[in-house]
């Protein structure tokens, strides 16, 4: 059951990640983090090589954090206009 959950989010995961870089949202980005979440969890414990993909919800982070900036500069400027 478990493992399912797991690959469901994974899953859910990379789809919001992909429609997150394609349309440049920061909120489907974050939501790409906090799907990952339970699986970088669950990788933490691993004795081996697979450990480090704990880091894997690092990616979206990164990338919330440009695009929130990117639309925050591009409000300004709609802004001022």
Known sequence: ???A???ISFALS???LIAGIMSQSWKLAI???ILLLPLAYYLSGAENGLRYLM???GV???LTIIYYFQSGQSNQK???N
């Open 1 to 3: 059951m478990i493992t």
């Open 5 to 7: 959950v797991l690959w």
């Open 14 to 16: 990379l789809i919001s």
């Open 31 to 33: 939501l790409s983090a």
């Open 55 to 57: 880091f894997l919800p």
């Open 60 to 62: 979206p982070v990164l």
């Open 78 to 80: 709609q802004k001022e």
